[in-house]
């Protein structure tokens, strides 16, 4: 116990990590019971359907028969064997059909994240360099502009631009046919990746840019300066370390949230990845999917959480030795 | 804080503007961006909310042959997938949207404030429970507890304005809380803990006037948030009323036709577009106008 | 030391030369310092005191060729050597500053970068500015650690800025000045927030390190005790000007300048308890400088002329001089080294309003206070004096139940009071009133004066409806010296003086019987602290309060404490009349205390004009 609080960095991770499990048995508990509560999953399947042979068979499909405390059991206990259940729309296990979904969901959400985050951090840290110059105001008002219009708007606005109407020079729909793989036709990968890109950098890049400019007047900036430091040093050295502490709080939560705005970007551009099952599944109430994607989605945002944490803390000494 | 500023607005002699959260719109607004934004948001707010009373049809009148160009009886904008028409319907669609967004966002925010407000105040275990519960909401992007919600009950308005408010209330909390941690720490709160004044009027007294200006970025910020989620559900199709006007499912419905008729789709995009950018400047321009004040009153 | 290092300075060629320098706001061009002329010589200190918004930290910064943001260097000359530093190219000015001329930040905690460890930031500073490799700074660093008396051991080295105090961080901060053997060296307020102990200590470094590299020290101060002791000659700025410049122990002595006469008037002495004086008003700020001489609104010897228009720098001496037009004068007054004494109530020592037995206090696990008792009677004033850490605020946070983690008993007159100020009883609460350090912070920035005085009134029940409160508001208001108008101004139009009076009238409007006062005057100006302490003396006086004044400069309670008690680190080390405690102190602790506080007497006491102000001066004793 007493490692645990006092172990350093490796205690560190590790009590997070059992904070994290936490966050996700409770989650769990949430998702399963939101199904529950919300009337009988069978009824809501058959609908008019319904008569009660029909409705005796389903629900023992579902082992909807099993007591709550059983099935939440029995269903948690299949999650964390990888069992992810079965899908009531298509008669067979999930993890077969999100398998590839969720590589080819993965690979955008990983090239969004590849040059997002690199263009954030350039972009914020310049415009508090040159600040209130014309780079900064430019960048600035855009990036407010951008960050303010929901992803479908801007994937439709991209369409229009650049696939449709003004120039007609990507394709405006990315299907994958199964088999294939995403980077087969990189072309196709172009305006998704770029919606995602513009619904996150441009947040990230103004908390850069606040953070930045926060630490380019602190004292100790200022005392680099005053030491007759080359510029560039005071830069390096000096202010970036501080100012980007801060900042992976945001990345981690802007990666989350790309894992939301995937599913109305995959709908938008037809590409077929976890956003468009969890579109299809809501509609047809196919609630194994539902449940199994909100856990995925749950654990990849406790895990990106974690590893922000992390990384604050390797940059920030002062937190370190109070682990 | 920099001893020059110090040096610039110690002693000062004529009276300066008190900063009040009155006040604090009224500065922002000599800002252009503020202005530009109130504007945007005025705008669209009168079209949603007189729309239906000034449109010429009613939003399933059928006026001419699907998607027909603008022009004779197709009207100003044309008609849509349906035959409908697009300005009677665009006129009508931005109603729903509009009392969804703002009614979750303020159940929210009201919830939202009161949570982050106890935490930062209990400084102890509460704080701790009731951040982990933030946290386990926050686990979420906003859009999939929606759809979660709506797989399992169905579109129904209720059901959004649930949904978006439970997932606004810890977001807004967590910046109620920083915001107001700093506050908690300042004397005059320990000046009326020593007075025995109650936990209660602490909180809404003290603390909750000195975190009016970020509590008011905040919420222009998730105002822009809510109808973009909201928005992108109706996209989606699931909204309320399917086949009612809707700005969101107007999109969804005339996405196809982009390239022959694109006002079915174009104005809706245009609107909501207007309207996400009007809130971000708003919210920006208060933002600001309360950094530049404090800036000046050269604050501790 | 020769003696041959501190001479005349018109024999050896100035250091620096600072001729006409005007600085203004960026936007605005409103002037901040204005005219600013003078000449260090290679191993002086020229000290700069002035108050809040006199300019002094800007004229500090400018000699680096730097100015913050928001000002600029609008006009004058800093030679170095034959260098304009005012006119250098960014690259020159680069390789000068950390090699030539050097600063020490006020701040140590903040001017540290909090991510580095400590020997790169020493490192950087050397390989900026010098040739060699890694081997030759290695042992370099090692020679600067022990020059300031911090240890060498390159595990040390390795250690976070949040991992040492803050006497050790500004020690480093010394470090890095003195690497290069600067021509010149800026000193803003190294000691400020120190601890008298640790502020003696670095002074020492300070004079030492100047002394052996023959540097030439800027020290800019608002403390004139620590300037006395460390300056050969003194700048007095008020209001963005140079109000007098001459050797320090005559400018404190018999000044030639009112402003410098009622500043020194205003310092706390040890010896011989004097009522403090302060200067009504408050120095103008930037943009609202009258035309004439900007102390004239304030100034007791003021003539219509010296409206019309400012008076120049004139000579009174032979390196004296002085701005003002009635200067001689001035100096033929003769400077009143003892006030009135103090007028203070006779205490009646029989009833003990407040008791305090055995207190044991805790911050978690660690504790505080280790078992004190002390007993304040009624109409007493007792201070309680002692450095960070030693507890004294812990145990004023304690008294007023703002501190909840503490046993043993704490009577007000026969009642236990409970241990956390909620838990009592109204009757309690409204008995024992606090007044905090920070004025910025201890009034609500959302309400109006009016408001914030009255709430107590409505939370103890006391006024009789609005129009009564009001009244009761206006009478206080009176009553510490502001005009019953004030009720409707927002603090952030205040001065600190003025939010501090504000906070007095809050604590006195329910009529307590005792007053817990928090370092009060700590975050003020020394003329303003005067005030305060001016005010609160009569206040007690008049209505018969008992006081319990909480404060680490030690000969402020002088001039209004009847009896101390000294704290150390959780312990009352020693008790008993002011007078007595500070003229012969039993205990080490307070002796050590007591000897390194800076004191103006000590410093310019039995000094003729001409003697060595140099460097090598002895502790004050």
């Known amino acids: ?323 | 804080m920099s001893q020059s500023v110090e040096n610039l607005t110690h002693g000062v002699d004529t009276p300066t503007p008190p900063v009040r959260s009155s006040t604090l719109v009224t500065r922002s607004l000599r800002l252009w961006r503020t202005r530009i934004g109130a504007s945007f948001v005025l705008l669209l707010v009168a079209v949603a909310v007189i729309g239906p009373f000034v449109a010429p049809h009613t939003p399933s009148e059928f006026v001419a042959i699907p998607n027909s160009p603008p022009g004779g009886d197709a009207g100003l904008l044309g008609s849509d997938y349906l035959g409908q028409d697009v300005f009677s319907r665009f006129l009508y669609g931005g109603r729903g949207i509009l009392v969804m967004a703002i009614v979750s966002t303020a159940i929210g925010l009201v919830f939202g404030v009161a949570i982050g407000l106890v935490a930062a105040y209990a400084r102890n275990a509460l704080d701790d429970v009731l951040m982990r519960a933030m946290d386990v909401i926050m686990a979420f992007p906003q859009i999939m507890l929606a759809l979660v919600a709506v797989s399992l009950v169905g579109a129904q308005t209720w059901v959004i304005i649930a949904a978006i408010a439970v997932t606004t209330a810890p977001r807004v909390a967590r910046v109620a809380r920083g915001a107001a941690q700093p506050v908690v720490e300042r004397d005059f709160v320990a000046a009326t803990e020593s007075m025995g004044l109650s936990r209660v009027r602490i909180l809404t007294g003290e603390l909750l006037p000195n975190i009016l200006g970020p509590m008011m970025v905040e919420a222009s910020l998730r105002l822009t948030y809510s109808i973009g989620v909201i928005a992108a559900l109706a996209f989606l199709g699931l909204a309320p009323d399917p086949n009612g006007a809707n700005w969101g499912t107007m999109i969804q419905q005339n996405q196809i036709a982009l390239s022959t008729q694109p006002w079915g789709a174009l104005a809706p995009i245009i609107a909501i577009a207007l309207l996400t950018m009007g809130t971000g400047l708003f919210g920006d321009g208060i933002a600001r106008t309360a950094a530049g004040i404090d800036r000046e009153r050269g604050d501790e | 030391m020769s003696t041959a290092q501190h001479s005349r300075p018109e024999l050896a060629r100035a250091a620096v030369s600072v001729r006409n320098l005007h600085i203004e706001t960026s936007s605005g061009h409103v002037p901040v310092v204005n005219d600013v002329s003078f000449d260090i010589a290679p191993g002086e200190v020229l000290g700069v005191v002035g108050e809040s918004g006199s300019g002094k930290t800007t004229v500090g910064l400018a000699l680096l060729g730097h100015a913050r943001r928001g000002l600029r260097i609008a006009g004058g000359e800093v030679l170095l050597g034959d260098e304009d530093i005012l006119q250098l190219d960014d690259e020159r000015l680069r390789e000068l500053r950390g090699s030539d001329i050097s600063y020490v930040p006020q701040d140590p905690a903040s001017s540290l970068n909090p991510a580095l460890r400590i020997d790169i930031q020493l490192r950087e500073v050397l390989q900026a500015h010098g040739s060699g490799r890694g081997h030759d700074h290695d042992a370099r660093i090692a020679e600067m650690m022990r020059e300031v008396a911090l240890s060498d051991d390159p595990k040390y080295l390795r250690r976070y800025p949040h991992e040492l105090s803050g006497g050790q961080q500004q020690r480093v901060g010394l470090a890095m000045a003195f690497a290069n053997r600067p021509r010149l060296i800026v000193l803003d307020e190294p000691t400020t927030g120190l601890d008298v102990t640790t502020q003696a200590t670095v002074l020492a470094t300070v004079r030492e390190l100047a002394a052996a590299h023959n540097v030439a020290a800027l020290y800019v101060s608002h403390d004139l005790a620590v300037v006395a002791a460390l300056a050969r000659r003194v700048a007095v700025m008020y209001a963005g000007r140079v109000v007098e410049l001459g050797l320090a122990d005559e400018l404190f002595e018999s000044s030639a300048h009112p402003y410098t006469r009622r500043l020194v008037g205003a310092i706390p002495r040890l010896t011989g308890g004097r009522s403090l004086v302060g200067i009504p008003g408050h120095a103008p700020s930037p943009g609202r400088r009258p035309p004439g001489c900007a102390f004239a609104p304030r100034c007791t010897m003021h003539i219509p002329e010296c409206d019309a228009e400012v008076p120049p720098l004139d000579q009174v001496g032979s390196e004296h001089s002085a701005r003002c037009i009635r200067a001689s004068e001035v100096l033929a007054q003769r400077n009143a080294k003892t006030g009135d004494p103090v007028d203070f109530v006779p205490a009646d020592w029989d009833t003990a309003v407040l008791t305090l037995e055995n207190v044991v206090a805790s911050y978690g696990k660690v504790e505080v206070l280790h078992s004190i008792s002390l007993q304040l009677a009624h109409h007493e004033c007792l201070a309680v004096v002692g450095e960070s850490g030693s507890g004294k605020t812990t145990t004023a946070r304690s008294i007023a139940g703002l501190h909840r983690d503490w046993a043993g008993s704490i009577r007000l007159g026969d009642k236990e009071l409970e241990k956390s100020a909620r838990a009592r009883g109204t009757e309690s609460r409204r008995q024992i009133q606090y007044i905090f350090q920070n004025p910025y912070g201890s009034l609500n920035p959302r309400k109006t004066v009016g408001e914030t005085v009255g709430q107590p009134l409505a939370v103890f029940g006391i006024a009789s409806g609005k129009r009564d409160a009001a009244h009761r508001v206006g009478e206080m208001l009176e009553q510490v010296s502001l005009s019953a108008s004030y009720a409707n101004r927002y603090p952030d139009q205040l001065s600190g003086g003025e939010r501090q009076r504000v906070a007095i009238a809050r604590a006195l409007i329910s009529a307590p019987s005792i007053l817990v006062c928090d370092e009060v005057t700590s975050a003020l100006d020394v003329s303003v602290q005067a005030a305060i302490v001016e005010l609160l003396g009569q206040l007690q006086r008049d209505l018969g309060l008992s006081m319990v004044f909480v404060t680490h400069n030690l000969p402020l309670v002088r001039s209004i404490a009847q009896k101390v008690v000294v704290l150390s680190e959780g312990n009352i080390v020693e008790h008993g009349e002011t007078a007595q405690v500070l003229a012969d102190p039993q205990q080490p602790y307070t002796r050590q205390l007591i000897a390194n506080t800076p004191s103006l007497e000590t410093a310019t006491a039995e000094l003729s004009p001409s003697a060595d102000r140099g460097l090598d001066l002895g502790r004050p004793r």
């Open chain 1, 1 to 323: 116990m007493t490692w645990l609080r006092h172990g350093g960095i490796a205690a560190f991770v590790v009590r997070r990590l059992l904070l994290g499990v936490l966050v996700l048995f409770l989650v769990s508990v949430l998702v399963f019971a939101a199904t529950q509560a919300l009337g009988d999953p069978a009824r809501a399947i058959l609908g008019r359907n319904a008569t009660p042979e029909s409705l005796a068979v389903l629900q023992k499909q579902l082992n909807l028969d099993q007591s709550v405390l059983g099935q939440y059991l029995s269903w948690a206990g299949g999650l964390l064997q990888g069992d992810l259940g079965s899908s009531l729309a298509a008669q067979a296990p999930v993890s077969q059909l999100l398998g590839s979904r969720l590589v080819n969901s993965s690979v955008l959400v990983l090239c969004a994240a590849v040059i997002s985050i690199p263009l954030s951090i350039a972009l914020g840290s310049w415009a508090a360099l040159r600040r209130e110059k014309a780079f900064d105001t430019v960048t600035s008002n855009l990036m407010l502009v951008l960050a303010a219009l929901p992803e479908f708007v801007v994937a439709l606005l991209l369409v229009i631009l650049f696939a449709t109407t003004v120039l007609n020079v990507l394709p405006a729909i990315s299907t994958i046919a199964p088999g294939e793989r995403p980077w087969d036709a990189p072309a196709e990968l172009v305006l998704p990746t770029a919606t995602l890109v513009i619904a996150v950098a441009p947040y990230v890049a103004r908390i850069m840019r606040a953070s930045m400019v926060e630490v380019l007047e602190s004292d100790y900036v200022e005392m680099a300066r005053l030491k007759g430091l080359p510029e560039r040093t005071v830069l390096i050295r000096h202010a970036l370390p501080n100012a980007i502490g801060p900042v992976f709080q945001v990345i981690a939560i802007s990666l989350a949230y790309l894992a939301g705005g995937v599913v109305v970007i995959e709908y938008v551009f037809n590409y077929s990845g976890i956003g468009s099952s969890l579109q299809d599944a809501v509609v047809n109430h196919d609630i194994p999917v539902v449940q199994a994607l909100a856990m995925l989605i749950a654990a990849v945002y406790v895990l990106l959480n974690l590893l922000a944490d992390v990384a604050t803390i390797l940059v920030t000494p002062r937190l370190r030795t109070r682990l």
